[in-house]
Antibody
């Protein structure tokens, strides 16, 4: 059974860098695609980007210029950095995973979510 | 404005069936059998309920079913129960790359 636990700073000022990390607990890390997804307060979900154990990434074009997703396979962790944040980046951020196999583009494992607030 | 269109709310009485629609375009829902559905209770992480249009993960009740016609996917919940009250989101792959797009979410109220 795979479990995800995430952490990071919850309050940022405009122009700072959002930084979150997600640890994977369970018997497998390789073979999964690991994603970040966010949800502004009272709104819907937005896919941010993904990474696999080789470090291959895919990003949402709307965020690509400010985004870095990285992986540390030795620690079974992956991380999100979003630069130059504004109030529009205020959201609950989730880490999520897609189980190994042929690409099916769903998320069957989720972290608990981290509320990140951007305010001066 | 969300990429996929869902009704803001639906409601039903216990035991009834409801259907939530998810309308996209020929670039996403219409082109790929890669639609998934998520249930989200307040303050919780989403939970996968349906993947690849109509497949259920292990442990998800067979009261949940999915389908697709053209650019519109649908989630049907039969035999409504109080614990089904939640927000539901659809998701689809879009385009030739790996972009995922979500619907705006539908709030299900069990009367």
């Amino acid at each position: 059974q795979v479990q995800l636990q995430q952490w990071g700073a919850g309050l940022l000022k405009p122009s700072e860098t959002l930084s979150l990390t997600c640890a994977v607990y369970g018997w497998s890390f390789n073979g999964y695609y690991w994603s970040w997804i966010r949800q502004p307060p009272g709104k819907g979900l937005e896919w941010i980007g993904e990474i696999n154990h080789t470090g291959s990434t895919n990003d949402n074009p709307s965020l690509k210029s400010r985004l870095t997703i990285s992986v540390d396979t030795s620690r079974k962790q992956f991380s999100l950095k979003l630069r130059s944040v504004t109030a529009a980046d205020t959201a609950v951020y989730f880490c999520a995973g897609e189980s190994p196999g042929s690409r099916r583009y769903f998320f069957d494992h989720w972290g608990q979510g981290t509320l990140v607030t951007v305010s001066s | 404005q969300s990429a996929l269109a869902q009704p803001a709310s639906v409601s039903g009485s216990p035991g009834q069936s409801i259907t939530i629609s998810c309308t996209g375009t020929s670039s996403d829902v219409g082109s790929y059998s890669l639609v998934s559905w998520y249930q989200q209770h307040p303050g919780k992480a989403p939970k996968l309920m349906i993947f690849e249009v109509n497949k259920r993960p292990s442990g998800v009740s067979n009261r949940f079913s999915g389908s697709k016609s053209g650019n519109t996917a649908s989630l049907t919940i039969s035999g409504l129960q109080a614990e089904d009250e939640a927000d539901y989101y659809c998701c689809s792959k879009r385009g030739a790359n790996t972009l995922r797009v979500f619907g705006g979410g539908t709030k299900l109220t069990v009367l």
